[in-house]
């Protein structure tokens, strides 16, 4: 079917989209930075790009920027970030990007996506600023509107019900502070929900058999998680 690029810093989200994408009939290819997206971009227009946005050599705003100033944005680009704001949101479908999807991604809203940026890349292969500027109210509207949720889950993680994410030191690298945080909104939902694997799934918007692998890779100890 089609040709889709994952670019993202952390293994476990590359293999856990490969996997999901692969099954529904895909060709995946990878990237773990934008040096080795650049490197692909070079040799092939991918059918879909699924972007990180924070990533260790170069941010996936800059990489969509550089990819829109040299003409090689022809194709649709999804962001992804677990920790962006309504503004970065806002930015990258100004500069071209076609959605953003919020970490921990939901199965149904990847596919969907997914869907939808394939089905616009057949109808309009040349996704550019161009296009964005036509129309940057309905921009702004779909980035505020992608973005919000984001919020909702920061509120939670300051609130006094979950004290756990106040506890992570901000002198850490960015990749140990993303598990921490991930670790701490598990436990958090773990807990209130008495251990009910079922009912976090839903909550977390993760398929169970997704969530028992996320929660494998963060060390998430579920022996003492009871509930089904």
Do not use: C
């Amino acid at each position: 079917m089609a040709t889709i690029l994952v670019v993202d810093d952390e293994m476990g989200i590359r293999e856990l989209l490969s996997e999901i994408l692969s099954d529904e009939g895909h060709a995946v290819e990878v990237a773990e930075n934008a040096q080795q997206a650049r490197d692909f971009r070079l040799r092939q227009a991918p059918d879909l790009v699924l972007l990180d946005i924070w990533m260790p050599d170069t941010d996936g705003v800059t990489l969509l920027k550089e990819w829109g100033a040299q003409g090689q944005l022809t194709m649709p680009v999804i962001m992804m970030s677990g920790h962006a704001t309504i503004d970065t949101a806002v930015e990258a479908t100004k500069i071209g990007a076609l959605n953003f999807l919020e970490k921990p991604i939901a199965l149904q809203k990847l596919l969907k996506a997914v869907e939808q940026g394939l089905a616009r890349g057949s109808a309009a292969p040349a996704v550019g600023a161009a296009t964005v500027k036509a129309a940057p109210a309905n921009s702004t509207t779909v980035a505020a509107a992608v973005a919000l949720p984001m919020l909702a889950s920061d509120a939670v993680a300051a609130s006094p019900a979950a004290p756990q994410a106040a506890s992570i030191s901000f002198d850490i690298p960015l990749r140990d502070a993303r598990d921490a945080f991930e670790r701490a909104y598990f436990e958090y939902h773990l807990a209130r929900e008495n251990g009910s694997m079922t009912r976090v799934a839903e909550k977390t918007g993760l398929e169970r058999t997704h969530l028992y692998r996320k929660l494998k890779q963060l060390g998430v100890d579920l022996s003492k998680n009871k509930g089904e």
